[in-house]
């Protein structure tokens, strides 16, 4: 008997994180199985990605609601038909009531291309680059009502160029949570994290205990 965790993704647009994620599930011993992508956008390239991979899809578009509650409330009506347990967000563009939060509390990521709790919200590297910042880089995260606010499940760091644009910042950036989402789902779907009041326990280390990596932005000169 499988079991592999089943999961929803929330998006709103080209998907390529949802790319990701449905090329992680390809591997036999992922814990996870997509089983329904839903969109609050029509015919966006998310939703033709997910039917090439045979994963069933809806369109629950907001605007079709007089509220905030009357969305949400089709949202769970789809998510809970296919069985889903667990919810991603990838390029998900609502905010979700606390209401819908806390149904989903402790089962909902979000992945946000900067190390939170830095540079929250919209425009992000634009802010990035105008703050001055050498290192940046993306997080996934446990979902709460406010915008990506929640336990952290990972993060990866990311170097900034002295000739970034944010173009350039972004496609790097991107790159990362493409190899970041698969891995933080794989954690929480597998229960080799679980929640500890508001942090994340269980993270996995080296094999000895130890991290010795670290990443210089600037790069430090020759073998220092």
Known sequence: MSTKRRVGVLISGRGSNLQALIDAAKAPDYPAKLVLVVSNVP??????????????????????????????????????????????NAGFMRLLTESFVSRWLNRHLNIHPSLLPAFKGLDTHARVLSAGATITGCTVHFVRAAMDDGPIVAQAAVPIHADDTEESLAARVLAAEHRLYPHALRLVASGQVTMDGERVAGMPEGADGTCEFALFSPPLPGNF
């Open 43 to 88: 015919d966006v390239q998310g939703l033709t990605r997910a039917e090439v991979a045979g994963i069933p899809t809806c369109t629950v578009n907001h605007r079709d609601f007089p509220s905030r509650e009357a969305f949400e409330a089709a949202l769970d009506e789809a998510l809970g038909g296919a069985g889903v347990e667990l919810l991603c």
